[in-house]
């Protein structure tokens, strides 16, 4: 097990050389992986004291510590699945967060555009009909994913393919949102009723960022658990 990671001097505690190292291998909600590995440190470091106060030195404690916990390779794939799920559930959450922007966006487009004389205008129809689609997988998913990654998965197991699943669709919603806003914007400048579609235009506008974001975040952590 390498003490550090390539480039990082190293300290002169092993323990936190240690979870650094884990650390640097993992991808995740910042807020979960930082208390995952705080609750490594803890531990490590608790069993350090446990040694050094039968007499053991620290150095010979710290590396007896290291050696029974187990090397940073080989537990990472165990706290990169969980930071997996973590990041799954908060994409699903985001999307969940986000289908009801989709579906106001699915309508505005549909009813907007005869008012601004574009009716006719077959792209507004099939963003219309994508924006339906997207919001009613991601709905479903989303709930699919929260309850698969919750309770469940003290009975059975999570599905392998849900977390990149959650992202791609996650991906999705993010381009609809964007091409949604793109759209509103130009039905506002034409709509007498621009006040509503700006506004949607705005939330269609945030919620794709929120999405965007989130769903980049859930790919790298399905690539990380696969690697």
């Not at 709509?191 to 705005?202: D, E, F, G």
Request: proline residues 6%.
């Amino acid at each position: 097990m390498k003490a550090t990671a390539p480039g990082r001097p190293a300290s002169a505690d092993p323990v936190t050389d240690y979870v650094t190292t884990l650390a640097d291998a993992l991808r995740g909600p910042a807020r979960v992986k930082s208390a995952l590995m705080r609750e490594v440190h803890d531990g490590l470091t608790d069993a350090v004291e446990a040694q050094t106060r039968r007499g053991v030195p620290r150095t010979h404690a710290a590396r007896h510590a290291l050696r029974e916990f187990g090397a940073a390779d080989e537990l990472a794939p165990s706290f990169q699945r969980e930071l997996t799920l973590a990041q799954t559930r908060r994409t699903a959450r985001v999307l969940g967060v986000t289908v009801p922007v989709l579906v106001v966006c699915h309508l505005l487009v549909h009813t907007a555009a005869p008012g601004a004389g574009l009716g006719s205008d077959w792209r507004l129809g099939a963003l219309a009909a994508h924006l339906g689609a997207v919001a009613t997988t991601a709905g479903l998913l989303a709930v699919t994913a929260l309850a698969a990654t919750g309770p469940l998965t003290r009975l059975l197991p999570t599905p392998h393919r849900l977390p990149p699943a959650v992202a791609w669709t996650a991906t999705a919603a993010s381009v609809g949102m964007a091409l949604a806003a793109v759209a509103l914007a130009v039905v506002s400048a034409l709509s007498a009723n621009w006040p509503v579609t700006s506004l949607a235009c705005v939330l269609a506008a945030v919620s794709h960022a929120a999405a965007a974001t989130s769903a980049r975040a859930c790919r790298e952590c399905a690539r990380a658990v696969n690697r």
